[in-house]
């Protein structure tokens, strides 16, 4: 859907934002959205190293180990 925009399309949209936003307002706006992208970034890892965690306990476990060995 992104792909599709185009830069004349991406041009229009920073030239609406700076008109309904204003000036002073975009920089706040801007670091907000980063600042929420990586928590969500942080938090997907944390995610995934839990269940790559997960994973090696049960493969180690398949594999003739005990829990107690992994850890």
Do not use: C, H, W, Y
């Not at 792909?3 to 700076?18: F, K």
């Not at 670091?31 to 306990?57: H, M, P, V, W, Y």
């Amino acid at each position: 859907m992104l792909a599709n925009i185009g830069v004349p399309g991406l041009i229009l949209v920073v030239l609406l934002a700076l008109i309904i936003f204003g000036p002073k307002k975009l920089p706040e706006i801007g670091k907000a959205a980063g600042q929420t992208l990586r928590e969500f970034k942080d938090s997907t890892r944390g995610l995934t190293s839990d269940a790559t965690d997960e994973i090696n306990e049960v493969k180690a476990i398949v594999q003739g180990g005990s829990k107690e060995e992994v850890k």
